[in-house]
């Protein structure tokens, strides 16, 4: 069974710009949730989706914006790229919707650097 | 708000020591609390999680226990191998917050053989 998958791995941007990050899912997988992890920062939580509805948001600008399509797959987009959106970006997948007592599972994640 | 926080790394040991990695957690409601464990390169891989008080989780020879009283869930594992060199991360989840996990700051461990 294929794992959650990230596109592109690794990505180098220049502010200003804008930027999309794609992740499929495990196969059967209904819920994606897409995490920033930076080393000062942390891992923070930025968004979920679940049937093609965000059912959370993190505390992120509003530059920071994902979908999610029927099949699941889901895409995040931040726009107007300033030096601190250099990050890994990690995208998690899961079956259920809730209560979450259940793994997440996580893809290896998309490294971008903005210059 | 909820929060997580671990002991401060990095944590260096030699191959068959003891490790133990603090993590104590602030929340409303009734958490689930999780371990996950980052290798060099990939994403996160979840190594053990507890859904109630006095649960104890375990995977890999790796144990944690759900202490409600003292609001922990600390890490151990008798005997550490240099593929357990990893950065370690407690997280929580409460009932209401679908897929969103508070991390603590992630310890990093390196085993020396």
């Known amino acids: ?26 196969s059967g997988h209904r819920s994606v949730s897409w995490y920033q992890q ?8 930025l968004f979920e989706y679940f049937s093609e509805t965000q059912r959370n948001k993190g505390n992120f600008p509003g530059r920071f914006s994902g979908r999610q399509f029927s099949n699941s797959r889901s895409e995040m987009n931040v726009s107007t790229l300033e030096l601190g959106d250099s990050a890994l970006y990690l995208c998690a997948s899961r079956w259920g919707e809730s209560p979450n007592t259940g793994e997440l599972f996580f893809g290896e994640g998309s490294r971008l650097t903005v210059l | 708000g909820d929060s997580v926080t671990q002991m401060e790394g990095p ?6 020591a003891f490790l133990t990695i603090n993590c104590t957690y602030t929340a409303t409601g009734y958490p689930s609390l999780f371990w996950y464990v980052q290798y060099p390169g990939e994403g996160l891989q979840l190594l053990l999680k507890a859904t109630k008080a006095d649960d104890k989780g375990s995977n890999k020879g790796f144990e944690a226990t759900y202490r409600k009283e003292t609001t922990s869930f600390h890490l151990e594992k008798g005997s550490v191998q240099v593929s357990d060199s990893a950065v370690y991360f407690c997280a929580l989840s409460v009932e209401t917050s679908g897929s969103r996990l508070t991390f603590g700051e992630g310890t990093q461990l390196t085993v020396n053989p």
């Open chain 1, 1 to 26: 069974k294929a794992g959650v998958t990230q596109t592109p791995r690794y990505l180098i941007k220049t502010r200003g710009q804008q930027v999309t990050l794609s992740c499929s899912p495990i």
């Open chain 1, 38 to 45: 930076t080393p000062g920062q942390g891992l923070q939580f």
């Open chain 2, 11 to 16: 944590v260096t040991l030699s191959e068959e």
